[in-house]
């Protein structure tokens, strides 16, 4: 399997959205797009509800991700957690279609000798930790997330340490919604280094809608090869678009 980039979104959100499209449906148009989308539903005081609970896990299951529920105390350990896992999973299913392809249709790693998946693993792994990441973080900070967000900010600043010993190169971007004017506001455009956060939370400000479904379109578009994939079909393996493609 050739070297290539990692693309995920990581939507932070606390509730349900409440305008624009169907973000379940977004999330699959970003997956199509080698995209994948991780949600983190942050709780405070307050529950976030069994319609917001299964609104974060549809998102997630569309768009091939990983979701979790996590009290905002817990938060900078779940998002290393979740980025790290949707990584794996998605080396891991591109390596399940390349074996299908050689050893025959429905065949996985899981059919291997004990041998041969360990191998194979060991390849999983060392991918985990070469592969390029581009990384857009989606922030909700509608009104109900505002005293959240100090927990968020310092959630991703020990993100981006914990990424750093990778050997690949990780690039950040950051939205938020809803934005003062549009349904997002771009706070940080691609950048390697996160602490560019540090004063830019301070500035933000809290509204009462939810874009979800707009947001999340928005942050596919922050991928250069996401106009590049709309004006040309995806492959069912494209979940790793080639570096410089």
């Given at each position: 399997m050739s070297k290539g980039t990692l693309r995920q979104i990581l939507l932070m959100t606390d509730g349900c959205s409440n305008k624009g499209d169907d973000p379940s449906m977004i999330a699959a148009l970003a997956k199509e797009q080698g995209i994948t989308v991780n949600v983190i539903g942050v709780v405070e005081d307050d529950a976030i509800g069994e319609q917001g609970i299964r609104e974060i896990e549809n998102i997630a299951l569309s768009g091939g991700g990983v979701s979790q529920v996590v009290y905002a105390e817990?938060?900078?350990?779940?998002?290393?957690?979740?980025?790290?896992?949707?990584?794996?999973?998605?080396?891991?299913?591109?390596?399940?279609?390349?074996?299908?392809?050689?050893?025959?249709?429905?065949?996985?790693?899981?059919?291997?000798?004990?041998?041969q998946r360990g191998e194979v693993m060991e390849v999983v792994d060392d991918l985990g930790e070469t592969l390029e990441l581009e990384l857009c973080i989606l922030v909700d900070t509608s009104a109900s997330m505002k005293k959240k967000l100090p927990t968020v900010r310092e959630s991703l600043l020990d993100l981006s340490v914990s990424l750093q010993s990778r050997i690949g190169d990780n690039r950040y971007s950051l939205l938020v919604f809803p934005g003062k004017r549009k349904d997002t506001e771009k706070l940080l455009d691609w950048t390697p280094n996160m602490n560019r956060l540090t004063n830019v939370f301070d500035k933000l400000s809290s509204a009462g809608i939810t874009p979800t479904g707009p947001a999340l379109r928005d942050a596919i578009n922050m991928f250069p090869a996401a106009a590049k994939s709309r004006r040309s079909l995806i492959s069912d393996d494209a979940y790793l678009e080639e570096s410089g493609s």
């Open positions: 817990e938060l900078a350990k779940t998002v290393q957690m979740v980025t790290r896992k949707a990584m794996t999973q998605t080396i891991y299913g591109i390596v399940n279609r390349e074996l299908s392809s050689i050893l025959g249709k429905g065949k996985e790693l899981d059919d291997l000798p004990p041998d």
